[in-house]
């Protein structure tokens, strides 16, 4: 056993201030040290509630059961997660749900490029569980769904890294829902970098298979070089555009259009070429 004695006790109480309450300030010195691990210079034992040298989502979970003594799922239930993507006012909302679920938890990477974590709209009273970084969003929560609200542009990209569910006797289990978030619509992100001077790289995402068309214009309308022509697949695609015409002459610097075409779809974005 690494600890021994009252001290013992009070990490598994998580009451990490030891004033003899498990309360929101020992909550925010919680996610102070939220994703350490052994031997980095953050990493703090008394954090670590399950002993594996690691501050994850088991350590949150067994955290705020101290604040819940009851249960809302269903026993006998297997906890399923579901991750999905729609248009909000400002942007981009991942939904979230736990079927038969106490709780849940997921680690989202996006491009921060394209979108900016706003807030995470849960009905729970306990603590919720947000850490980010540039790129990288932890969240955990007790309740059986949530929306992650962010602001930008769609076109850019969202992963689920990791997924974890939780059941009512507070078991952390993989939820087995990695990889690509597909964006419901149509999208073209915007290009980057832009300005540019040797390359700019174009990112759409596609809900379904489409015949895509990808073109960069001039600004007397004139074609200045097709990226796409062809059928692709749903998800996410990108496409570089190398500052040279269709015949792979470098053209001048100034303001260029990238059109893009995907059934009735239609987007336009900006491009300024400096040599």
Known sequence: ERYSGIHREMILSGDFDGNGVVDFKDFSLFVAHFGTSHG?????????????????FEDFFKFVAQFDKGGSAKAGTRPKLSAEVRYGDLGPVVEVRAEGAEGFGLVLNYDPEAYEFLRADVSSRLPVLKKETRG??????????????????FGGAMEVEEAVVVDRAYRVSDAGVKGTLIVPEFALGR???NPFNSSTAVVYTLPEAAHVKLVV????????????????????????????DGSGRPVASGLYLIRMEAGTFRKVREAVLVR
């Open 40 to 56: 980095e210079p953050d990493f703090d034992p008394l954090f670590d509630l399950t002993g594996d040298g690691r501050v994850d």
């Open 136 to 153: 990288k969003l932890a969240f955990a929560c007790v309740g059986d769904k949530a929306k992650l609200v962010f602001r930008g542009e």
């Open 191 to 193: 290009n980057f970098p």
């Open 217 to 244: 214009y001039d600004l007397l309308g004139r074609v200045v070089k097709v990226l796409v022509n062809g059928v692709q697949d749903a998800g996410r695609h990108r496409a570089v555009w190398d500052g040279r």
